[in-house]
């Protein structure tokens, strides 16, 4: 079983930046596809950005050359820093693990609250 922890979220002006964390537990994470995902009110859960085990990174058009996804295997953790924040970047942010084949699962972080004030 894996349990995803975020951390890291607030308010921010426009313009401004956070930086968001999940920490792994179970023994997967190294072997884990890695994503950030966000839902804000009303509209559906969207993928913000992805990392491979093997560091190869994939962003959404929305939040590229703003938001930079990392991951540290010593530590099984993955971060999200974003920059230059906008206030359509307002969502509560999810942390996401799928473990890569033959490993099965589809793991889920309790999400962070991230608001933008413009």
């Known amino acids: 079983q894996v349990q995803l922890v975020e951390s890291g979220g607030g308010l921010v002006q426009a313009g401004g930046s956070l930086g968001l964390s999940c920490v792994a537990s179970g023994s997967v994470f190294r072997l884990a596809i890695m994503a950030w995902y966000r839902q804000a009110p009303g509209k559906q859960r969207e993928l913000v950005a992805a990392?491979?085990?093997?560091?190869?990174?994939t962003y959404a058009d929305s939040v590229k050359g703003r938001f930079t996804i990392s991951r540290d295997n010593a530590k099984d953790t993955v971060y999200l820093q974003m920059n230059n924040l906008k206030p359509e970047d307002t969502a509560v942010y999810y942390c996401?693990?799928?473990?890569?084949?033959?490993?099965?699962?589809?793991?889920w972080g309790q999400g962070t609250q991230v608001t933008v004030s413009s």
């Open positions: 990392i491979s085990s093997g560091g190869s990174t």
């Open positions: 996401n693990a799928r473990p890569i084949a033959p490993l099965t699962g589809n793991y």
